[in-house]
C-alpha cells in the first residue's frame, strides 16, 4: 500500500493515477476540507479528465484520511515555497510531512520526495532530520526524489506520457521506485542520484523562465519602437535553430515564478543571468499596466472604472490562482490607480479579490476597455461579444486589438 502525503495539485492526481492502476493507495491530507471534499465523492480543483480519474479510482478502492498511515512506501507531495527576502527553499513543508511519516512507516520504507526542492535540501535538510529522530538512513527508511513535470490543464495525460527522473541512493531503490511510478507512466524514467535529480528539475524551470524572459524582454523593446514583437518573433523563428516563446503579461503559478529563485538564493554570484530574467518576468504585470494607461491616454478615458480584467488564474483553463500575473498587477497598481480593476474569471468560483465581479454579461456592460490576461476557452467561444469594445490581448488571438 501506498500513502500519499499531501493531495494538492500534484499529489491527488498522482494518487488517483497509482489507484487506478490497480496499486493500493491512501491519501492524507492536513486540510480537513479537502479530505471532506474527496470522501464525499468530489474533485478538489477542476483539471481536465479528473473527475472520470476519481470515479474510476474511487472504484479501485483509494481512500483518503487526514493521518498517515503505516506503509512501506510513502510520496510527499507538499508544498515548497520560497522565503521572499533571502530567496532560499522553506523546507518547513517537507520537513514537517516526514517527521509525521517516520512516526507510522514501516522498518525499510521508501519515502520519495516528488515536491520540488532545491539542489541539496534532502542532504541539507532531510538526512540531519531523520538521523536527529533516531533514524539510520538505508537502513531503517530510504530515501528518493521523484519530481513532478506535469503541466496544468494536461496533468491526466502528462502524467501518463512524460518522461521523469528518480533519484535514489541506490539503484536497487530506484528500481523499486520505478517500478511503482512505471505502473502508471509510459514515458522513459531516467534514475540517478538524489543530488543531480533535484538539480535537473530546477534547471528544467530555470530554462523555461529565461526563454519565457527574453521574449518579454523583446516585447518591450519592441513596443518602444512600435514594431509588432509577434512578427519578429514568428519570422525569427523560421530560422532552422532558433525558438524564441510567446511573450505573456507575467508568469504565475507554483513553478517557473518560484523554483529559479532557489538557485539565485543558494548561489547569488554565480545567477546573474537568472536573477535578471525572473526580474524581466516579475515586471511584465508592470508593462501592462503601464499599457493600460497608455491605451486610455489615447482614447480620452480618465475613468479607472471603465476597465475589466478578463483572466485572474495564471494560465488558460485551469483555476488556479497562485502568483498569477492579474494578482501581481493588482499588488502594484497603487503606484497609477488605488483600487483594483474590476475583474472576472469563468474559472473562478471563489471570491479572490474585492473587484471580482462574476457575471460575465454585466462585466462585459460595464467595461470600455477590455484587458485579456488569460485567453481561457471561454473568451475564445465569446469573442463575438467583444465588438465595440477597446481591447488589450496579453495572448495574442485577437486581431485588431492593442498588444503588449
Ligand atoms: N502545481 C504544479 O503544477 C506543480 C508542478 C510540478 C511540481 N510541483 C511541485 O509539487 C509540490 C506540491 O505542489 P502542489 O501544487 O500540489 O501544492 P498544493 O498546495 O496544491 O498541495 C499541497 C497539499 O499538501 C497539503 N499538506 C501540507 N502540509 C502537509 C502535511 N504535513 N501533511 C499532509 N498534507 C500536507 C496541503 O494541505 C495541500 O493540500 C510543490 O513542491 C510544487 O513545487 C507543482
Known sequence: MINVVGLGYIGLPTALMLADSGVEVIGTDINKEVIETLRNGKVTFEEEG???????????????????????????????????????????????????????????????????????????????????????????????????????????????????????????????????????????????????????????????????????????????????????IKIANMHPRVNILNPGPGVGGHCIPVDPWFLVGDYPRLTNLISTALEINESMPEHVLSRIHEIMEENGIKDKNKIGIYGLTYKSDVDDVRESPTLQMFEKMSEKFSTPFRVYDPMVTKKIVDSQVFDFDQFLEESEVIVIMQNHSHIKENINKLQNKLLLDTQNFIENSYKL
Open 50 to 232: 479528473l473527475t472520470s480519474l476519481f470515479k474510476s479510482a474511487l472504484e479501485k478502492g483509494i481512500q483518503f484520511s487526514e493521518s498517515y498511515s503505516e506503509s512501506d512506501f510513502y510520496i510527499i507531495s507538499v508544498p515548497t515555497p520560497y522565503n521572499k527576502v533571502n530567496k532560499k527553499i522553506d523546507p518547513s513543508y517537507v520537513i514537517g510531512a516526514i517527521k509525521q511519516v517516520l512516526k507510522v512507516c514501516k522498518k525499510e520504507a521508501i519515502i520519495v520526495i516528488e515536491s520540488t526542492v532545491s539542489p541539496g535540501t534532502i542532504d541539507q535538510y532531510v538526512r540531519p532530520m531523520i538521523e536527529e529522530s533516531g533514524y539510520k538512513v538505508g537502513i531503517d527508511v530510504h530515501l528518493a526524489h521523484a519530481p513532478e513535470r506535469i503541466l496544468p490543464g494536461q496533468m491526466i495525460q502528462e502524467l501518463r506520457l512524460n518522461s521523469r527522473t528518480i533519484g535514489a541512493d541506490n539503484l536497487k531503490i530506484a528500481q523499486k521506485v520505478k517500478d511503482i511510478y512505471s505502473s502508471f507512466c509510459e514515458g522513459e524514467i531516467a534514475t540517478t542520484e538524489i543530488r543531480t535529480a533535484e538539480m535537473t528539475k530546477v534547471v528544467e524551470n530555470t530554462f523555461r523562465a529565461i526563454n519565457i524572459a527574453f521574449a518579454n524582454e523583446l516585447t518591450k523593446l519592441a513596443h518602444q519602437e512600435k514594431m509588432d514583437v509577434y512578427e519578429i
